[in-house]
């Protein structure tokens, strides 16, 4: 089941995960920046929004509105692009972004959800401590898979139900909108920061 759930993940989204800033002279963003501008952010709003975060702040859904993100934002697009070529997406559409920032200190986590009407979802990871910071989890995604539950020890592939991504600092991991996720408890003494985003393909015209 883990090696099925895997080959979904990898199919719909080849070339998902995509590295690209270390702070090098090559990178065209700097985490350090980001991470100055996530903290500048939440400090403008300490309450934030909330959905699937516990115990975490996230920004407003707005950061494809501000300028200090037009990089970051334009590699996004650039990565869903791609995936959408690989994928025999039609050419005539444009590309739409939301994205947002979160902040999860120490026992905050992201319960399992969905995006709607989106067709590529994703984070960025800022910063963050691996492992302990917790990873993001997919659920599989077909419902008659849950209605019996494996007399199991430990999971394999074929028993599973779910996978996860191990995170990492300046990382990009792009997964289909409909895919259920989450984020486990950030059990590290740092707080693990990243983008999240939805891009939706819509047709030119
Ligand atoms: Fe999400």
């Known amino acids: 089941m883990r090696k099925l759930l895997l080959t979904l993940l990898c199919l ?6 995509a590295s690209l800033a270390a702070d090098s002279n090559q990178s065209i963003f700097s985490n350090t920046k980001l991470l100055e501008l996530a903290k500048r952010l939440r400090d403008s709003d300490p309450q934030g929004v909330s959905n699937s975060n516990v115990k975490g702040w996230q920004s407003p859904n707005n950061l494809q509105n501000l300028p200090e993100f037009d ?6 697009l650039q990565v869903c692009q791609r995936i959408a070529q690989s994928q025999h997406f039609k050419a005539n559409h444009h590309f739409r972004l939301q994205a947002w920032l979160n ?8 319960q399992i959800h969905h995006h709607a009407n989106c067709h590529f979802s994703g984070v960025y990871y800022i910063s963050l401590k691996a492992p302990e910071c917790g990873s993001i989890f997919f659920r599989d995604p077909r419902i008659a898979s849950r ?4 007399p199991i020890d430990q ?3 074929f028993t599973s139900t779910e996978i996860q991504m191990r995170p990492e600092e300046g990382r990009l991991y792009v997964f289909p909108g409909w895919l259920e996720h ?3 408890e950030n059990k590290s003494d740092r707080d693990r920061i990243s983008i999240s985003f939805n891009v939706l393909a819509t047709p030119n015209g």
Do not use: K, L, Q
Request: charged share 15%; net charge negative.
């Open 147 to 150: 209605m019996m539950s494996y």
């Open 103 to 110: 902040i999860s200190p120490p026992g905050a986590y992201n």
């Open 155 to 157: 999971p394999s592939d």
């Open 71 to 76: 990089d970051m934002n334009r590699r996004i």
């Open 12 to 17: 719909i989204t080849a070339h998902s995960s």
């Open 182 to 184: 989450g984020v486990e």
